[in-house]
């Protein structure tokens, strides 16, 4: 917190006694964050520093390779790495009807199965990022 910044009309009506500092930085965080995608792990990241200085990344991917017995060998970059892959796909398909480069007629093949799985993924990855949070 030592570096978040305040717009100075908030910190205007905190001076002036028309909000309390809280109330200005949690109304500043709810207009900058509440619309937010968080698509981007470095958006996440930024997010979360607003809570923690810990390498959020790195202790979910700690979790997750503890929770499958650590066959598993995720690094924070690597587990960012597989969020931008659900991610991009998922654009692909909002943005572009996920037809294939070049091709007005042909869709990129999705199975049941690599649904499900980007769904567990995103379900898995949130919730090691909520237990390295505590």
């Known amino acids: 917190m030592t570096r978040f910044e305040l717009p100075l009309a908030k910190v205007e009506e905190v001076r002036r006694g028309t909000t309390t500092l809280a109330e200005a930085v949690s109304e500043h965080v709810r207009t900058k964050w509440g619309n937010a995608s968080l698509q981007n792990p470095r958006k996440i990241s930024e997010a979360l520093k607003l809570v923690t200085e810990d390498d959020v990344w790195g202790k979910a991917a700690v979790e997750i390779n503890a929770w499958s017995h650590n066959r598993t060998s995720f690094t924070g970059q690597k587990l960012k790495q597989r969020y931008v892959e659900i991610t991009d796909r998922r654009n692909k398909i909002a943005h572009?009807?996920?037809?294939?480069?070049?091709?007005?007629?042909?869709?990129?093949?999705?199975?049941?199965?690599?649904?499900?799985?980007?769904?567990?993924?995103?379900?898995?990855?949130?919730?090691?990022?909520?237990?390295?949070?505590?």
């Open 96 to 134: 572009d009807a996920d037809l294939l480069d070049g091709d007005l007629k042909r869709r990129r093949p999705i199975t049941e199965a690599e649904v499900t799985d980007a769904i567990n993924w995103i379900e898995r990855i949130a919730l090691a990022i909520a237990t390295a949070l505590g």
